[in-house]
């Protein structure tokens, strides 16, 4: 699936949507590698070439996080950026609710602006 060129490259082409991966962001984590989406919202991708407009597609991984550096190196290398809900660890149900929302909110901000 994440290999270079495999499904994932061709479900969602670098370039055309955002890859996201949460993880939670405490007090250690680097400013610069982390986006909390609601302060600090990464940029707007292109367009899809399906014309399916902007697309996000979030990976979410186990209640304490990925394993660093080893999962969170794997996802970056493919093209994700990492995001945060803030300090506290979300069980992984109310992880995905919480980012599929969140992300809904900024696809509505990057069509209306």
Known sequence: ??????????????GEGLRLVA???????EAAEMH???VKPPPMPRSSSDGGG?????????????????E???LESRGFR??????RVLRSDVAVCALLA???ELTEAWEAG
């Open 1 to 14: 699936l994440l290999e270079e060129g495999g499904e994932l490259d061709r479900l969602l082409p670098r």
């Open 23 to 29: 993880h939670p962001g405490g007090p250690g984590a």
């Open 36 to 38: 909390e989406l609601r």
């Open 54 to 70: 902007r697309r996000v597609l979030l990976a979410v991984g186990p209640e304490a996080g990925w394993l660093e550096p080893t």
């Open 72 to 74: 969170l190196d794997l």
């Open 82 to 87: 990492r995001v945060t809900c803030g300090e």
């Open 102 to 104: 969140t992300a809904r």
